[in-house]
Structure formats: structure tokens, C-alpha cells
């Protein structure tokens, strides 16, 4: 099983305020410390048009951090397809590709924000259509140096991605089960296709977990973990119905959806944060990306626990298989457009 | 007078980063960076963090993105480049009134004020049906710099550019020594004589940032000509030569420092 962290979303927040370029600073900071610890990537978010500077505009991001690494990949989570220009972000995808020897995961999504869509000029109802034409120009391109994933967090989603041979990152806010209906659906899709790319393509997932064997702060983290989940109120996320697990409403219902989402939280020793990955693992997911990067929460601490996880954690997963090695997808893609 | 360096726009990354880190290294005030269309923020962030002190002068071709778009990616690399970013606003493909539109739009984005544009080419927001969305937006985050430069370039002659843009112009002649900032650009022959004439020509004339290309037969290492003989020649009134024509100091041992701490 490989790990990544994430995710990177560069914010000024009401509760972690800091000059907007302390959270550029920081990022390539973040950078050399993931790869320094064996982390394979980091995983950065995109929106636009909120308070906080909320990164809009990830693959110069991406180019500074790389720009600072060897080995460590950057990844999206997710470009906001709809809101790009399909020329404009394959020429700045490939230029980040041929550049930084393909260290680029390209994690698209569809979007969900009104004011996002408006400040654009793009009707929400064409979203799934401009995704798909993002898709293709990103996959067609030749000589591209990086690699394309879908987000999606329903089964619809997840067949969209395994009928053309996509990767998959799945949100943190989805329980176990979910998951695993959605790995399979996933993976169903992909054989109903024709197993386009050749090898399965590989499932990715956020999960919310913090390793410290300290009750004052094990309760802190998880009461950060709360407060992130506060800022999709602000954004309007949702997280519809699925198997095993009730509507997540953060815009009109947060205290609910927050709930909701704590049952997903792992906070505590590293064989409690071990347990939790071996159940993921068995849920079929082979990458997770860690997520604390949580509402801009302290550097050090952040830290910290990255250093607890790969000293402590990592060591006690090497036996857990990993599907799909994500180095070998490089040279031959799984993906493969319809 | 600055001077900084004019590069061209095709260039692979690794011959780019080491023209660039030796700029940077030996002080001028600025570089120019281009690209395919999308590439542009994208090289001027990997630049941003390997360099420390020079400007990244990213060149940007207006008209073909919202500017909204491009003044987000903008504002990031300035926020990498802790506030170096100079915005050097290719205006060729349009006309007038458009090129006004586009650059009144960036430089709205840039100013962190609410956006409500409603203009022959954008309308933003776009007000579509059906959305629930407010009457305007912030482009968020905003820049490091109180106000991004914005120098325009692939212009027709026009004077009525207000004080918040300036026009990179390739004649002394177009130089307006009544304005705060005004930039040239010019090719640098290779000849050391002919080319201090160049830019005491351009000081005279009131530039006060000269962009100067490099021949096509140098090489990185040969930047150090700019620094040593032509920075100074602008840099004070009457620059004595026998500062430079004496010999320069003997290179330091690659192991001097281990012999400091003994």
C-alpha cells in the first residue's frame, strides 16, 4: 500500500489566519518534508471566489513544489474541469509533465458551485460534457508526461471513470462501506468495458486519520477534523445517499453531515491508524492520501504527524498488496478514452 | 536605469533555469518568461521557487482566456514568488477596445475588488439561468504586491494608457521621461562597446527598466558581462571604466571554506 498527503488547499481560514504567501512558502515547505519521509505525493484542491483565497489555480502550485522535489509527485484533488479552458490547462499539464520527469496526477472533477460556474461563464447543466471534453484532450495529447484521474463519490461517477480505464480518488467523508460498493462498481465497469488500459486502474482514497498517542491531543485533532468539514458549509458540498450511509448536507445541515463524517475519523496510537488502513486496504482501495491538511491546522503539528505515520504506521503495512503501482502507469496509462 | 533580461520564449526548461538562476544570481531586476499558452504561470512557479530576489516578468497572450483565469494564476505565482511577479500583457491579437476590456478585467481581478463586468467580450458573472450565485465575485487569493505591474506589449502606439499600465517600447524615441516607470527592450549585439552606447541611449532617454535579449552566441556564464559592464554604465553618471578594465579578483579554491574553519 502507498500513501500520500493531502489535501493542500493553500487557505487563509477565520481559524488558521496566515499571509497568502506563507501558504505558498509553506506548501513547498510541506513538499520536501513529504518526500524526505517516503510519501509518494501531495494532493492539492481547487476553488474559486472564496474568502480565504482558496487555491484556484493548482498547476503553478504544483510546478513550484515539484520545482522544489526529486521524487515526489504532485496530484489534484480535483481540477474543476468545467472551469478550464481544455487547451490552456493540457499545454500547462504538459509543460508540468515534460518538466518535472511526470511526477503530475491529474485528478479532475466536475464541481459543484453556482458562483463558481457563473464567475466563468459555464452552465452547470454542461458540466459532464466539459468534463468529458477536458478528459479527452488531456488523455490525446501526445507525448503527454502525466497522468489523468477522475473524483467521484457515487456509482455513477466511479463507472464513468473504470469504462475508460480511469484511476479513482474517493472523498474522506465516505464511510468504509461505501467505499467498497464503489470499488467494486468501479472495477465492474472497467470488465464491462473490456478492462480498457489493460491493468486495473487504481483506486485512491482520502481518509482522515492523525496518529499521536496523546489524549489531549487526540481530542484537539479530532475536534480540527470538525472544524474542516465547517468550510463545506460555506462552499455548499454534499454528500448524497449511498449504501450504508444517509445524506450529507453541509450547506443547509452541517452539525448532521459533521457527524457523519467524525464516524470516519481515525485519531490515536499507530496500531489503531493501522487497523483502519487494513480495513481500507480490504475494502479494495491501494492508495490512501492522508488527509491533514486540515483547515490550515499548524505546520509542525502537521508534521509531526507524518513523522508518527511513516515511522510507526508504514512499516506495519508492508505486507498489504498494492493493486496497481502508480510509477508503472506512466509508461503505460490505464486510461483510456471512450 | 534596471536592467534585466529579455529571453526568448521556446526555450527547454533546463537551458531556461540556468539562464534565469544566473540572472537572479548576479542581480537584474527582472526576466522574462513565456510559453506555450498555459505553460507561462507554470514555468514562472517552478522559477519561483528556485530564485530569490529577481522579478518574473511572465508574458501573457491576451484575449484567448477569461482574465479572471489569468489573473488567478498570476496572483499564485506572486504568492510563490513572495510578490516578484510582473505581468508583461501581449496585446497583439486585438484591438483597441478589446485590449482595454481584457486588461480593465486582470487588473480588476488583481485588485481584490468585487467583479461585476458586463462588457462586449465577458460578462462576469455571467448571470446564467438557473444558477444561485451572487451579482459579483472576488478573484481569490489576492496578490503579495500592493499592485501588480502590467506592461503592455504587441501594442500600436497609443498614449492614453493610463498610469497603472505601462507600454514596453522598442525605441529610446518612444521613451516618456515624464512617467514613473517606463520600460524598454532592446537586443544586446555582443560588441562591449556598442552596447554601452545602447543602454546610456536608453538611460538618456528616461527608461527606467530595459529589457535587453541576450546575443544568440552567449551563454549563461556570459550574463556576467551585463552585470560587470553595463549595470554600472547606467548606474551612476560618467561610470569610470578603470573600474572594469582592471583585472577581476582570482577565483576562491573549492575547498576555501574547510581552510576558514581550521
Redo the contacts between chains.
Keep these: 500500500m502507498q500513501f500520500g498527503i493531502g489535501l493542500w488547499t493553500?487557505q487563509?481560514t477565520v481559524s488558521s489566519p496566515r499571509?497568502?504567501?506563507r501558504?505558498?512558502?509553506e506548501l513547498?515547505e510541506d513538499a520536501i518534508k513529504a518526500e524526505s519521509l517516503g510519501f509518494d505525493s501531495l494532493w492539492l484542491s481547487e476553488h474559486?471566489?472564496?474568502?480565504?483565497?482558496?487555491?484556484?489555480?493548482l498547476?503553478?502550485?504544483?510546478?513550484?513544489?515539484?520545482?522544489?522535489t526529486t521524487k515526489l509527485r504532485l496530484a489534484t484533488g480535483m481540477l474543476l474541469a468545467p472551469l478550464q479552458?481544455p487547451?490552456?490547462?493540457?499545454?500547462?499539464a504538459?509543460?508540468?509533465g515534460?518538466?518535472?520527469d511526470g511526477r503530475l496526477d491529474l485528478g479532475v472533477g466536475l464541481g459543484y458551485r453556482?458562483?463558481e460556474?457563473?464567475?466563468?461563464?459555464?452552465?452547470?447543466?454542461a458540466r459532464v460534457p466539459l468534463e468529458i471534453a477536458l478528459l479527452d484532450s488531456l488523455i490525446r495529447y501526445e507525448g503527454r508526461h502525466y497522468n489523468v484521474w477522475l473524483g467521484a463519490q457515487t456509482e455513477i461517477g466511479v463507472r464513468r471513470a473504470g469504462a475508460r480505464g480511469l484511476p479513482i480518488l474517493l472523498s474522506a467523508a465516505l464511510p468504509v462501506s461505501f467505499v467498497r460498493a464503489l470499488v467494486a462498481a468501479h472495477e465492474t465497469a472497467w470488465i464491462d468495458a473490456g478492462r480498457p488500459g489493460g491493468s486495473k486502474p487504481r483506486v485512491s482514497a482520502l481518509r482522515n486519520c492523525w496518529v499521536t498517542s496523546n489524549q489531549a491531543e487526540r481530542e484537539v485533532a479530532l475536534n480540527w477534523y470538525r472544524a474542516s468539514y465547517i468550510v463545506y458549509a460555506g462552499l455548499g458540498w454534499g454528500v448524497t445517499a449511498g449504501d450504508g450511509h444517509s445524506e450529507m448536507d453541509f450547506a443547509h445541515d452541517v452539525e448532521v453531515a459533521i457527524d457523519g463524517v467524525a464516524e470516519t475519523v481515525v485519531v490515536g496510537e499507530p496500531d489503531e491508524i493501522e487497523d483502519a488502513m487494513r480495513v481500507v486496504a480490504d475494502a479494495g482501495v491501494d492508495h490512501v492520501v492522508l488527509r491533514i491538511g486540515i483547515e490550515g491546522a499548524e505546520q509542525i503539528r502537521i508534521h509531526q504527524s507524518m513523522e508518527r505515520f511513516a515511522a510507526h504506521v508504514v512499516p506495519r503495512l508492508a505486507d498489504v498488496a498494492c493493486a496497481a503501482v502508480a510509477q508503472s502507469s506512466l509508461a503505460n496509462p490505464t486510461e483510456h478514452a471512450s | 536605469m534596471r536592467i534585466g533580461l529579455d529571453l526568448p520564449t521556446d526555450l527547454t526548461p533546463s537551458v531556461e533555469t540556468a539562464w534565469v538562476h544566473t540572472a537572479d544570481w548576479l542581480g537584474l531586476f527582472g526576466v522574462t518568461i513565456g510559453g506555450q499558452r498555459g505553460a507561462e504561470c507554470v514555468r514562472a512557479g517552478a522559477l519561483s521557487t528556485t530564485t530569490s530576489t529577481i522579478r518574473l516578468a511572465v508574458q501573457l497572450r491576451i484575449g484567448a482566456d477569461n482574465p479572471v483565469t489569468l489573473a488567478e494564476e498570476v496572483s499564485i505565482v506572486d504568492n510563490l514568488s513572495n510578490g516578484r511577479v510582473i505581468v508583461l500583457a501581449d496585446i497583439s491579437s486585438l484591438d483597441t477596445s478589446a485590449a482595454r476590456e481584457d486588461v480593465g478585467v486582470l487588473r480588476q481581478a488583481l485588485s481584490n475588488r468585487p467583479i461585476q463586468h458586463h462588457g462586449k467580450r465577458w460578462t462576469i458573472p455571467a448571470g446564467l439561468e438557473g444558477h444561485d450565485a451572487p451579482e459579483a465575485v472576488i478573484a481569490s487569493p489576492p496578490p503579495t504586491q500592493i499592485a501588480v505591474p502590467i506592461w503592455l506589449v504587441g501594442f500600436e502606439a497609443d498614449s492614453s494608457w493610463d498610469d497603472g499600465v505601462s507600454q514596453v517600447v522598442t525605441d529610446p524615441a518612444g521613451i516618456d521621461a515624464g512617467q514613473f516607470v517606463q520600460v524598454g527592450r532592446t537586443p544586446l549585439t555582443g560588441d562591449l562597446n556598442l552596447d554601452r552606447q545602447v543602454v546610456r541611449q536608453w538611460a538618456a532617454a528616461g527608461t527606467t527598466h530595459l529589457l535587453v535579449a541576450p546575443p544568440a552566441a552567449w551563454e549563461p556564464a556570459d550574463l556576467a558581462i551585463v552585470a560587470r559592464h553595463l549595470v554600472p554604465e547606467v548606474a551612476m553618471v560618467a561610470f569610470p571604466h578603470v573600474i572594469v578594465s582592471a583585472p577581476e579578483p582570482l577565483p576562491w579554491p573549492t575547498d576555501s571554506a574547510a581552510t576558514v574553519h581550521r
Design positions: 493553500l487563509s499571509h497568502h504567501a501558504a505558498y512558502r513547498v474559486h471566489f472564496f474568502y480565504d483565497g482558496y487555491c484556484p489555480a498547476l503553478p502550485a504544483a510546478s513550484a513544489a515539484l520545482a522544489a479552458d487547451e490552456r490547462i493540457t499545454n500547462a504538459y509543460e508540468v515534460r518538466r518535472f453556482d458562483v460556474f457563473d464567475g466563468k461563464g459555464v452552465h452547470r447543466k
